[in-house]
T-cell receptor
Framework: AQSVTQLDSHVSVSEGTPVLLRCNYS??????LFWYVQHPNKGLQLLLK??????LVKGINGFEAEFKKSETSFHLTKPSAHMSDAAEYFC?????????????FGSGTRLQVQP | GAGVSQSPRYKVAKRGQDVALRCDPI?????LFWYQQALGQGPEFLTY????????KSGLPSDRFFAERPEGSVSTLKIQRTQQEDSAVYLC??????????????????FGPGTRLTVL
């Protein structure tokens, strides 16, 4: 079984300040972990993914995430928020070694960026 | 080429009607997935195809939900006798085999814009 918990349903930051979106996972198998972003009326876009290589993963638009096995966490960060970052963010897990291909999504974190 | 496309983008149905939602995956992608996203929630897995074979349908909520991909490309999700709780955004995703060479490779799923279904 696998699951994802996004610890904050809403995060509000000021433009130019750091962003931290928190995610904890649970998986019986070696996980693959992803962050997706969803802008209003647009499809889900992959920001980054962890697949057992480097634990610090760099993604698009300046985002990065660190896989911490001891803490079962995969928090998403960005040094400086832009207005265009305002969107819904989903932490996602898949069970890499089972052959089961379904993604399990967290409930999402809505990021607001204040001017 | 183009990304994943879905049609229609919006569908309003009266309770009890049948609906059909279409997904055109990225050309050459052998894997196709359907997810259901209720308002304010994260997407939930419905079913998965590899080419024309439906390998996992564990997420389909009832026998009113049926999906097919007869030629291994376009897929249709059909919902019979729609009910109000079926109102959601239905997302389609496609992927190509990962490079890891192992079962359960970490290939990325690319999502379409979704079909918003409203059942009155």
């Amino acid at each position: 079984a696998q699951s994802v918990t996004q610890l904050d349903s809403h995060v509000s930051v000021s433009e130019g300040t750091p962003v931290l979106l928190r995610c904890n996972y649970s998986s019986s198998y070696s996980p693959s972990l992803f962050w997706y972003v969803q802008h209003p009326n647009k499809g889900l876009q992959l920001l980054l993914k962890y697949t057992s290589a480097a634990t610090l993963v760099k993604g698009i638009n300046g985002f990065e995430a660190e896989f911490k096995k001891s803490e079962t966490s995969f928090h998403l960060t960005k040094p400086s928020a832009h207005m265009s970052d305002a969107a819904e963010y989903f932490c996602v897990v898949s069970a890499r070694d089972t052959g089961r291909r379904a993604l399990t999504f967290g409930s999402g974190t809505r990021l607001q960026v204040q001017p | 080429g183009a990304g994943v496309s879905q049609s229609p983008r919006y569908k309003v149905a009266k309770r009890g009607q049948d609906v059909a939602l279409r997904c055109d995956p990225i050309s050459g992608h052998v894997s196709l997935f359907w997810y259901q996203q209720a308002l304010g929630q994260g997407p939930e897995f419905l079913t998965y195809f590899q080419n024309e074979a439906q390998l996992d349908k564990s997420g389909l909520p009832s026998d009113r939900f049926f999906a097919e991909r007869p030629e291994g490309s376009v897929s249709t999700l059909k919902i019979q006798r729609t009910q109000q709780e079926d109102s959601a955004v239905y997302l389609c995703a496609s992927s190509s085999p990962g490079t890891s060479g192992r079962a359960g490779g970490t290939d990325t799923q690319y999502f379409g814009p979704g079909t918003r279904l409203t059942v009155l």
